[in-house]
């Protein structure tokens, strides 16, 4: 069993997920069922099978929530400094093509959000950023073509 690394933020926010699952939309959807099933014949009945669909799709995300609870390594970030860049990190780069200033934290998986500025560790990116320093080139091949970065600051927020 692979444990997953992330921060402490993205394993709030995964226990967030489950309790919303649980103690909301489960409940919610007990209810439409049971509304459903006083409209009569179930075999022909669009709201009972609507609701059972959605029930079996929450009870999976809620065993997949727990799951990834369960193998979760939460990594305290505020803990970790140094300039070499690893998990947690808050890189800073350049890309060397466009002069363009773009921020990275490097986080789990789970948690990765490019909009937030949030990316995986296995993510292209994240991995060819891991173990450089500041003024470090780096190179990463992505599907629109290879593109190069300078690391112009590592932080640990």
Request: proline residues 3%.
């Amino acid at each position: 069993m692979d444990k997953i690394p992330m921060t402490a933020a993205g394993y709030a926010a995964l226990e967030d997920q489950l309790r919303h699952c649980q103690q909301v939309e489960r409940p919610r959807i007990i209810q439409q069922i049971t509304d459903a099933r006083t409209h009569g014949d179930l075999s022909e009945n669009a709201e009972y099978h609507a609701a059972k669909e959605a029930q079996s799709l929450n009870e999976g995300h809620i065993a997949e929530l727990e799951d990834k609870l369960a193998r979760a390594e939460v990594i305290d970030v505020s803990k970790l400094s140094g300039d070499t860049i690893t998990f947690g990190a808050t890189v800073t780069l350049i890309d060397e093509d466009t002069d363009k200033k773009s921020i990275w934290q490097i986080v789990g998986e789970p948690e990765a959000d490019a909009k937030k500025g949030k990316i995986s560790i296995t993510s292209p990116l994240a991995r060819a950023l891991v173990g450089k320093k500041k003024g470090a080139q780096v190179e990463v091949v992505t599907p629109g073509g290879a593109k190069a970065y300078e690391v112009v600051k590592v932080e640990w927020k």
